[in-house]
């Protein structure tokens, strides 16, 4: 176990220096040049905390340079403030209180299936087991400063406003504790991981085009500023540590392990400091255990991968198969995607499900083979989808997690070489939600739908639909090429739906503006049927209020078959197609008649399965 960790520690120093530089170059074309229209935020985060393992708590120290590349000038600032959400009464707390159907792991059922009865596990924490960050001191540029905690947000009045293409410093001192595990941060968790450390440290809210994004922590996503974090965290020397950053000081955590030609510096007292840089993110999270067991496997030559987990024999066996699977997942993203951009990637036991960070993951492991591999792959393909091309998953969540599960369905149909229709279970649950009543349009912030299941669905099941309906729409190959494209162009930055779509409109050539509006900010379904034919003669109709192309499948009498297109006017233009294409079909018109070259049998309206019709009774039309 030491072997393994200290053979980490060797690599990682390798490679630190090497990537800030290319990463800071990367960010410097990006964002800082007044001329261009794009613009983000930048900070550099250096933080010093000392960790105590007998009461859960930690002081700290924050140095925090803000570089203001807005044009705007700015009077206040914000920070998160995420583990006082873990208090009774938060807004946390009344949430999972008051919504129809709370998350079981922040509230379980202690009632029956018939009749629950939803219990709050926030409201009974006890003030030992409470998280908090309080804030100490806060200063810019040495002047102290006025500030306000209100619940999760830290409200902060500046002594001298920070003027666009300015920098200024704040110098913090604050104490944290950490909560009882209970949802994705927290204490030993339900698999016994001492330390899942997510969200610990007060987080400077992110200003973009939009204003401040000072949302309280309710239970969904995040959104962060790009920038450099130096961390160093002063722990006892019995536990080991992974996450976020390259770790500086190798020599310095030893264990008595002495490299040729260098000396280890023994520790000093009952605890270590590890000392860790990450160039770049906009995050920075790190789990602890003092079982946990360290693997690493190379992925390129430029990229390895770590795994720490607990050194159990439930977890043991699956986790090393797992590993071999996480080295062909990463493949297969940085080709279909593009190349992860950091040296490393760690994949770690902890947390309470599955959650992307910053250069890593915390899952749990107590976890069939299949089960494993299914949340790791999901979890790395976040670190394209929200952590490279970082979009405020809080205001749209569905291009977080619709999209990573848009890749990971691709990737279980590489490497499981999966032959059926991969599909199915995500146009049926989208189906459930629609006819169930309670769906809400993709705009809607994910903390503000009125169901966890419309959240769920709507931003797993709904997003992926966005880009697996547009293969229905400019076809698979142009969907690929679309997701290269808007990986190389908005890498390191906020990108944003509109951003996306029009990376589409690109590649395709054809407008796709009535389909961002369609899809995401309206409720419309789609439903299109096949109304009458007689001989030669079919009428279809369009009885769902989102207009789509139309693909076309006529069986002839003769027992012969051809296939038609019917292009969508609104598009100006149609995908590529061996299909007859036949006049195009304005979204004002609600029929659409034309006349096949034979005599009909049989007709069917999209043979794909790849629209998302919400009737496909109506679909079939067998001539009597």
Not at 74 to 96: G, I, K
Not at 406 to 414: G, H
Not at 539 to 561: A, C, F, Q
């Amino acid at each position: 176990m030491k072997k393994s960790l200290l053979t980490l520690i060797v690599l990682v120093g390798i490679y630190s220096c090497k990537t800030t530089q290319t990463l800071t170059a990367t960010t410097s074309s990006n964002i800082g040049k007044s001329a261009q229209t794009y613009w983000q935020q930048h900070v550099d985060y250096t933080m010093n905390i000392d960790m105590d393992v007998n009461n859960y708590q930690f002081d700290g120290t924050q140095r925090l340079v803000y570089t203001n590349n807005s044009p705007d000038k700015l009077n206040t600032v914000f920070y998160h403030l995420y583990f006082n959400a873990f208090q009774p009464n938060s807004e946390m707390d009344a949430r999972v209180q008051t919504i129809a159907d709370p998350d079981g792991r922040m509230a379980p059922n202690i009632g029956t299936k018939e009749n629950p009865i939803f219990e709050s596990r926030i409201a009974k924490l006890k003030p030992s087991e409470i998280g908090f960050q309080k804030i100490l001191s806060l200063k810019q540029d040495g002047t102290p400063l006025k500030y306000e905690v209100i619940g999760t947000i830290l409200k902060v009045t500046l002594a001298n406003p920070i003027l666009s293409g300015q920098k200024t410093t704040f110098d913090m001192i604050f104490k944290g504790q950490v909560p009882v595990q209970i949802r994705r941060s927290g204490r030993n968790n339900k698999e016994d991981v001492a330390l899942s450390m997510a969200q610990w440290y007060p987080k400077l809210a992110e200003y973009d085009f939009e204003g401040w994004h000072a949302d309280a922590y309710i239970a969904r996503e995040f959104h962060g500023v790009w920038g450099d974090f130096d961390v160093t965290i002063n722990i006892d020397k019995n536990y080991i540590l992974g996450g976020t950053g390259y770790l500086q000081n190798p020599q310095q955590i030893g264990y008595g392990y002495q490299a040729k030609g260098s000396t280890v510096l023994r520790p000093k007292g009952d605890k270590l400091s590890w000392h860790f840089k990450a160039p770049n993110v906009h995050d920075f999270t790190w789990a602890a255990d003092k079982d946990f067991v360290h693997d690493i496997k190379k992925v390129s030559e430029n990229t390895v991968m770590h795994f720490l987990y607990k050194n159990d024999d439930v977890i043991r066996d699956n986790w090393k198969k797992m590993e071999e699977d996480a080295v062909k997942t990463m493949q297969f993203y940085n080709k279909t995607i593009g190349e992860y951009p950091y040296k490393q990637y760690s994949i770690i036991q902890g947390g309470d499900g599955g959650m992307e960070y910053g250069m890593c993951t915390l899952i749990t492991g107590k976890r069939p083979l299949a089960g494993l591999i299914g949340v790791m792959r999901h979890e790395m393909a976040h670190s394209w989808f929200q952590f490279v091309l970082a979009s405020n998953e809080s205001r749209h969540p569905w291009m977080d997690e619709g999209f990573t599960s848009y890749i990971n369905v691709l990737a279980d149909q590489k490497l499981d070489q999966a032959k059926k229709f991969p599909y199915d279970r995500t146009y049926k649950t989208y189906n459930y939600l629609v006819n169930s009543g309670k769906n809400e349009p993709l705009t809607t912030h994910g903390d503000r739908y009125h169901t966890n299941m419309a959240y769920s669905i709507n931003s797993y099941y709904k997003g992926l639909l966005y880009l697996s309906q547009l293969e229905y729409l400019i076809g698979k190959e142009n969907v690929l090429k679309t997701l290269k494209k808007y990986y190389t162009e908005f890498k390191m930055k906020h990108p944003t739906p509109n951003d996306i779509n029009r990376t589409a409109e690109k590649i395709s050539g054809l407008q796709l503006g009535w389909y961002l509006n369609e899809w995401t900010e309206t409720l419309h379904n789609i439903d299109y049927s096949v109304k009458t034919v007689s001989g030669k003669e079919i009428t279809l109709e369009r009885l769902g209020k989102m207009p789509m192309p139309i693909d076309l499948k006529v069986i002839y009498t003769d027992g012969s078959n051809e296939d038609y297109h019917i292009p969508l006017r609104m598009m100006l233009g149609s995908k590529e197609t061996k299909a007859t294409k036949l006049k195009d079909w304005a979204w004002t018109h609600p029929t659409y008649t034309f006349n096949a070259t034979k005599n009909v049998k049989k007709v069917i309206i999209d043979t794909s399965k790849l629209m998302a019709d919400v009737n496909l009774k109506n679909n079939v039309f067998n001539v009597e």
